[in-house]
């Protein structure tokens, strides 16, 4: 039977009837062929009506097990007389399985026998899974409730409760017999107050009753305080829902008001500290009346404190010292900071100068409420500062006699002293200068040049430069200018000097010392490569130890190349020499007989050789055999691309294409982010998956990548799994055995964390360097940014003293977590991360081993990192994220190392301010006994190693090199044999002096054995190092004159710079060391970078 019959037996259009639906519709014979299907059935099967009719209808399901819980419609023909309906999964020629709700009938002839089968399905997969999400979202709101920390309850509009958590019935464990759904506020207030659950005060029942139903029924958000009958205290939030109903939170603040009163007593322990003070402190109200002074002003003032509280206590001082503060002190009391200096005659009858400060002070809701005023003696100080003017005119006296040009700007850039080389140079007398800014008598290209150094100065950082003038005395000299910041004996800024010495004669031996070490670089004898020299004549003038071997074992100096060397290599040579002799570096690669060592692989390279005068001179030759390299080179190249074939387990994404683009190979990690199986991407243009934005920005590398560039890039990509990854892209060419290109290989390494974590430590960077920020500004904007760049909404930092966890700082999206709340130790997660000692990270605690932890069984925090927090090396507590949801991805090493410098910072902060607040002067002496020479007054050996270190640590985490200068005076052994020990310390003293002048604040300096010193130079390498050493050197020559020693003192250096190996600075250390002893060894008083060839293992043939 076919379509057509079965037609004709129903007297039916099957196409009219059911083509139109937006149902499945399939008819089969009883035999399960299917008659006939629709369009609808065609779109959602995959399959065209011609696969479909006469095919078995089994095809259509899941698996035979669908078929066989469902076969009984057709093995039950009585069942069909009405219909059936059920739900079966059902696939697509596609190989997709989806759920249907199908509706199935028999269809029947004249002579009731069934004829056919008719089935009417509808794809329900989407409302199922929607299902499940509104369950599901259900299940975790009622969850959500539990997480709350604070107890929570929502009553409807006729003040029935609809819902409160478990943390709401402990709070008020009398009344929670009381709380079921629709019992009233009221009923469950009586019920309490019946079992003394809450503490009264001096009301009456109905009295506090009426108070607090008032409150409740307003609702308006006013946060109140309710004490309960056990004296614990709760603070309540209360608002209308959108229903008329009400919310409200409650939150227990019994550690908070027991942090009030501590802090009463605190205030009382400020006012004894007060009285014991040197200074005058005295609080003003707004009406100038004294409602605060401690002892030092009663006694000034002439007083006990008793009787001047309350009283105008500035009607005291004598009218001449009233008539020159009123004013200032009716702008204090309008709110302006003033600060100033004055002499007063106090009551005491003592005639003080005075450094006065008027400091406004505001009450907690920020408005101006008083006026302190702090009075320092100055007298001790303005004595002093007449003698330091005294010691300035003796200071002018001596500077007068150098040979540097000195000056003086004040922070006006106005010159304030010269001294007369200066105004030698200038051609003018001193006067001429003082008072101006001497920088106008200078032409526009130095100004130009030394602006920026000088802003520098006036920025407080010390700035040298070196430059050629033209003075006005008619001389040009080559000069080194230095500015340096000025402070005063508290440390503030009041000006620049600039010291400039002439270097004229210093320049021209270092060009002779460049020339001398250019040569003897040229003439290295101990390199494993074979070296020669060869004349305009093609002559041998110099031939290392290795290039007469390799050639016979004959020196040889003096032959000519074409009678010692091969025609074959002479052929393959002559054009890279000429290139050579024409100014040009020229290399090439061949393979060259030796006579005694057979057939080598050497790597030729000719560079020209000048004279001082840039003339040419001849052709330095450079041969290195590298036929192990080349061995090595195949055998890396082979295991290049047997390691192409094993890429699955790694964690960046890899694919191969071949020219045309198609994809060959593609790893778990890019078919994962493309949202498809691997075996669906071999042959095919992955590239068409992306956005036609990515592949635009990407196509101009991929043709480059074609042509067999290797390109890399990194870019912002949205997959088509709807994730946005920010990935670094390699396009590296594919090569076969014969080293064709055959194709593209493509890394793609997800950076996204990478890039945050960039981004962050930018912001924190900006935070710390800010001038414009408190400490605690600092600190709570740090929080934001953790909690922002963690994706957690709690962050805390904690003092920990003994068991006891106190919040001193908190981030949290609605103020849920406040500042001085208290807990016991054991009862937070950082009690796991202080003993670990080191940052601490779980991103689901509910599957973690603290799954039973109090902290999690009290407050559900499931994520969770933290990081032990030192101040000054000793542990104060920690800083931490949270948050009551799992992270959906466990946190990374990047992730901890990040919380890690947080925490770093923020302990250095901390322990800054505490250090402001400590005895500093104790401290700086105890610091000097501990870490200053006795002999030169600079850094012992243990104190240079402890910065040192300090210097290597920093330099792993930032990358920012320096340079370690070992340095040792010549002959000094001489020194102490002829002229005695006590010559012997002099020079010691003097010599450390003349460097410790010499270099930047931020360089540290050292004695670290009897006549060896190092230097650490900050953030210097290289040629700028070996400037400021040569410098140095020159100094001591100069400068480093003691009796009765009639020789020059000299001293040898060697450099070394910090290298990634250098994980101790012994190492680095080492390294200067034999830098210097290569100093010593090739004549002393000079200066020598470490260089690691120099002190290779020779390597026997």
Not at 42 to 69: C, D, Q, W
Not at 163 to 185: D, L, Q, W
Request: hydrophobic share 35%; proline share 3%.
């Amino acid at each position: 039977m076919n379509e057509h019959t079965l037609t004709d037996v129903l007297n039916m259009d099957l196409e009219k009837s059911f083509g139109p639906l937006d149902e499945c519709v399939v008819v089969t014979r009883p035999d399960r062929r299917i008659l006939f299907v629709n369009r609808a059935a065609e779109e959602v099967f995959g399959y065209s009506r011609e696969e479909l009719i006469g095919a078995t209808s089994v095809n259509l399901y899941a698996n035979p097990k669908e078929f066989t819980a469902n076969r009984k419609i057709y093995d039950d023909v009585d069942s069909l007389s009405t219909d059936n309906r059920f739900t079966v999964r059902l696939r697509r020629k596609n190989g997709c399985i989806f759920t249907a709700e199908v509706v199935s009938a028999a269809l029947y002839d004249g002579a009731s026998d069934p004829v056919g089968f008719l089935f009417i399905a509808r794809d329900i997969t989407d409302r199922l899974a929607l299902e499940a999400m509104l369950n599901d979202a259900v299940a975790t709101l009622e969850d959500a409730l539990e997480t709350i920390s604070d107890g929570f309850a929502v009553y409807d509009k006729d003040d029935r409760l609809v819902i409160c958590n478990e943390k709401y019935r402990e709070i008020y464990a009398h009344s929670a017999p009381a709380m079921v759904p629709g019992a009233t506020f009221r009923e469950i207030l009586e019920y309490g107050l019946d079992r003394n659950e809450y503490d009264l005060g001096n009301l009456s029942r109905e009295e506090w009753l009426q108070i607090r139903m008032d409150r409740h029924l307003a609702a308006d958000g006013e946060v109140i305080e309710q004490a309960l009958g056990d004296g614990s205290w709760l603070q309540i939030a209360e608002r209308l829902t959108l229903s008329g109903g009400r919310a409200g939170i409650r939150t227990d603040i019994t550690d908070l008001k027991a942090a009030q009163s501590l802090a009463e007593n605190a205030l009382h322990n400020l006012s004894n500290l007060a009285d014991n003070l040197s200074c005058s402190i005295t609080e003003y109200d707004l009406d100038g009346n004294c409602i605060f002074l401690n002892e030092t002003s009663a006694t000034w003032f002439g007083g006990r404190k008793e009787e001047l509280l309350g009283t105008q206590l500035r009607e005291r001082l004598p009218a001449k010292n009233r008539t020159k503060s009123d004013p200032l002190f009716k702008r204090a009391l309008a709110g302006e900071k003033i600060s100033f200096e004055t002499r007063n005659d106090f009551i005491d009858g003592q005639a003080r100068d005075v450094w006065i400060d008027y400091i406004p002070k505001k009450n907690a809701a920020g408005e101006f409420s008083s006026l302190v005023v702090l009075a320092t003696d100055i007298t001790d100080i303005k004595q002093a500062q007449a003698q330091a003017e005294k010691a300035h005119r003796d200071l002018s006296d001596l500077t007068n006699n150098l040979s540097c040009a000195i000056l003086e700007y004040d922070l006006d850039a106005n010159c304030v002293f010269v001294n007369e080389t200066m105004a030698q140079w200038h051609d003018c007398g001193k006067e001429s200068l003082l008072g101006i800014p001497a920088r106008t008598k200078l032409d526009s290209d130095y100004m130009k040049q030394s602006e920026r150094y000088l802003q520098r100065a006036f920025n407080g950082e010390p700035a040298t430069f070196e430059t050629t003038y033209a003075y006005p005395d008619g001389i040009t000299r080559n000069v080194q200018v230095e500015f340096t910041p000025k402070r005063d004996a508290a440390g503030n800024q009041v000006g620049v000097i600039v010291y400039v010495n002439d270097i004229s004669d210093l320049m021209t031996a270092q060009a002779q010392t460049e020339q001398a070490h250019r040569d003897l670089s040229d003439l290295a004898d101990n390199l494993s490569c074979a070296i020669a020299e060869i004349d305009l004549n093609g002559i041998c003038v110099f031939s290392n130890e290795t290039n007469n071997r390799w050639l016979g074992g004959k020196d040889q100096v003096g032959s000519s190349m074409v009678q010692v060397l091969n025609p074959e290599f002479l052929k393959e040579a002559l054009p890279y020499y000429k290139r050579a002799l024409k100014g040009e570096n020229a290399a090439f690669e061949t393979v060259y007989s030796f006579p005694d060592r057979g057939d080598r692989n050497i790597h030729v390279e000719y560079t020209p050789k000048s004279n001082a005068n840039g003339d040419r001179i001849g052709v330095i030759l450079y041969v290195t055999d590298v036929t192990d390299l080349k061995t090595a080179q195949a055998q890396t190249e082979k295991a290049h691309r047997d390691l192409t074939d094993m890429t699955d387990n790694l964690s960046c994404a890899i694919i191969e294409m071949d020219l045309e683009g198609n994809c060959v190979f593609i790893n778990t990690v890019f078919a994962d982010w493309i949202g498809k199986p691997r075996e669906e991407l071999l042959g095919t243009k992955v590239r068409d998956t992306l956005a036609a934005e990515s592949r635009n920005k990407s196509e101009p590398y991929f043709q480059r990548a074609l042509k067999g560039e290797h390109i890399y890039f990194e870019d912002r990509i949205r997959y088509p799994t709807g994730i946005e990854r920010e990935v670094s892209i390699e396009y590296t060419p594919k090569l076969n055995a014969s080293g064709e290109h055959v194709g593209i290989i493509i890394y793609s390494t997800d950076i996204t964390e990478r890039k945050q974590t960039e981004r962050t430590l930018a912001k924190l960077y900006s935070i710390t360097s800010t001038r414009e920020l408190t400490t605690d500004q600092k600190i709570n904007q740090i929080l934001k940014l953790g909690c922002e760049h963690f994706g957690l909404p709690f962050g805390i930092i904690s003092r920990i003293i003994e068991d006891r966890y106190s919040v001193i700082y908190a981030e949290s999206p609605n103020g849920e977590i406040e500042v001085g709340a208290s807990f016991d130790l054991g009862e937070t997660y950082c009690a796991h991360t202080l003993k670990a000692d080191k940052p601490v990270a779980i991103a689901h605690t509910k599957t973690s081993a603290l799954a039973h932890h109090p902290c999690y069984e009290k407050f559900r925090l499931e994520a969770y990192i933290g990081a032990p927090l030192l101040v000054d090396g000793e542990r104060y507590g920690t800083i931490n994220f949270t948050a009551s949801e799992p992270r959906e991805r466990p946190f990374s090493q990047t992730e901890q190392e990040l919380i890690r410098q947080f925490a770093d910072w923020i302990g250095n902060e901390i322990a800054r301010e505490q250090d402001h607040i400590a005895l500093m002067e104790a401290q700086v002496r105890l610091e000097r006994i501990a870490s200053i020479d006795d002999l030169t007054g600079v850094l012992n050996r243990r104190a240079f190693m402890e910065r040192a270190a300090t210097e290597i640590a920093r330099f792993r985490r930032t990358g920012r090199k320096f340079t370690a200068v070992m340095i040792d005076i010549d002959h000094f052994k001489s020194i102490n044999d002829t002229f005695g020990h006590s010559a012997g310390d002099d020079v010691l003293k003097k010599f450390a002096g003349i460097i410790s002048d010499a270099l930047r604040a931020v360089d540290v300096f050292g004695r670290v054995g009897g006549e060896e010193f190092c230097i650490i130079l900050d953030s210097t390498e290289g040629d700028d190092a070996l400037m400021v050493c040569e410098r140095i050197r020159q100094q001591v020559v100069e400068q480093c004159q003691v009796e009765p020693i009639t020789w020059d003192i000299t001293c040898s250096m060697g450099l070394a710079t910090v290298a990634k190996a250098d994980v101790e600075f012994s190492t680095l250390m080492q390294h200067a060391d034999q830098a210097l002893y290569r100093a010593k060894e090739a004549g002393r008083n000079r200066c020598l970078f470490f260089k690691a060839e120099d002190f290779a293992p020779e390597t026997a043939d």
